[in-house]
């Protein structure tokens, strides 16, 4: 089973590097992208109807709490769409995005996963966004083009949710993972208040590394922006785009991973979410040191150097760049 899902992930990963060159030659993408903009611009956003992609009837909302763990899907006629749910409004609000393998298995564990942590030592109202009628397409470039509508629909949803962010902002965290956490970083964008935290997990490089600040993850899209990077040889950001920035095992690929993980990186992309759903029940398993590369780290030059926890217990106050090696991966 694992060895299918595994394949599967290599089959599908090494069309996402092929579409993305596809995409750097085609100007289509950047048009329809631009007048999708400006139209939704026009439109009122209060109507769930309107939208060039109707991107409301495709994307959907999981809410998860111990009396509920295994989630029902928020209902978009009901006014703040948590009327009866067993949304907690005393409890934080975790609001998960996978990324654009969205279909398989991606998403379902990075969803999961964490959820399954989060219940697991606490209470909270973990929200999953599904938007996988979108991320299944099989282009990447689709997908990103749409990135910036689904989090709209997000910040709507939120917006909503939170009594136009006046309840439970305090607590309000986004995760994003690959293209996710692109989607996280415009969701803060497009919300009123900056909202306490957003934590990018191993952010999608294609069509993003050199994008302007308006148009991928950025440090001012929350109070607190902190970034995990496992996969800067293949598929995730090499640039620290955060208040923190960690890189377990030195961030190019992560050990464990096998053979196909040289070409496609897709092992060492989801080792991000694995990180931090285990740091939500093991808070003192992945202690970073502050250190200017895994070169110095490795030779011991930032042993008494600061640290603080990877993962969901990293201390805000802390900076820059982190390091760690990580013996422990299981989600
Ligand atoms: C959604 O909410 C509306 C308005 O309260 C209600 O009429 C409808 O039955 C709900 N749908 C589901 C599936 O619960
Ligand atoms: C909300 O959660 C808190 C614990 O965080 C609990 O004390 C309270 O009873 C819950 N409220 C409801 C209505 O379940
Ligand atoms: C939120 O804002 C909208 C639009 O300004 C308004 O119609 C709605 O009544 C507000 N809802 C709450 C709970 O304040
Ligand atoms: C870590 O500690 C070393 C040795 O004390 C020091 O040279 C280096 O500047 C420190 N690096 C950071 C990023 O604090
Ligand atoms: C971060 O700094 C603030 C203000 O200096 C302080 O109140 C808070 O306790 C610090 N947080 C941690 C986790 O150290």
Not at 171 to 187: K, Q, R, Y
Not at 272 to 286: G, L, N, T
Request: aromatic share 12%; net charge negative; glycine share 6%.
């Amino acid at each position: 089973m694992f060895f299918l899902n595994f394949m599967f992930f290599n089959i599908l990963l090494t069309v996402f590097v092929y579409a993305n060159d596809i995409s750097l030659q085609s100007d289509s993408v950047a048009v329809n992208d631009k007048f999708d903009d400006e139209y939704i611009n026009k439109i009122d956003l209060n109507d769930e109807n309107s939208g060039l992609y109707h991107t409301s009837k495709h994307v959907f909302y999981w809410l998860h709490t111990r009396d509920n763990p295994d989630g029902q899907l928020l209902n978009r006629s009901e006014p703040h769409l948590i009327e009866s749910t067993t949304f907690n409004a005393t409890n934080p609000i975790k609001v998960i995005v996978h990324g654009w393998l969205g279909d398989t298995k991606e998403k379902e564990s990075l969803c999961m996963y964490n959820v399954k942590s989060y219940l697991k030592v606490g209470e909270y109202n973990v929200i999953c966004v599904d938007w996988k009628q979108y991320s299944t397409d099989l282009s990447y470039a689709v997908a990103r083009a749409r990135a910036k509508h689904i989090a709209r629909d997000i910040a709507k949803v939120l917006t909503r949710i939170t009594y136009n962010m006046t309840i439970g902002v305090e607590t309000l965290h986004l995760i994003g993972h690959s293209l996710g956490a692109h989607i996280v970083g415009f969701v803060g964008k497009n919300l009123v208040d900056k909202i306490p935290r957003i934590t990018g997990l191993d952010p999608a490089r294609p069509n993003y590394e050199n994008n302007a600040p308006e148009d991928r993850l950025y440090i001012t899209d929350a109070h607190f922006v902190d970034v995990m990077h496992t996969n800067t040889a293949k598929n995730g950001f090499r640039k620290p785009i955060g208040h923190i920035d960690f890189f377990p095992n030195g961030g190019k690929s992560q050990p464990n991973c096998g053979f196909g993980d040289k070409t496609t990186g897709s092992c060492s992309h989801i080792k991000a979410y694995h990180y931090f759903s285990h740091s939500i029940w093991a808070k003192e398993d992945y202690v970073a040191r502050k250190c200017s590369s895994w070169n110095d780290f490795k030779a011991h030059t930032c042993d008494d150097n600061e640290s603080t926890f990877m993962g969901e217990y990293v201390d805000p106050n802390k900076t820059e760049n982190y390091y760690l090696e990580t013996s422990i991966d299981e989600p």
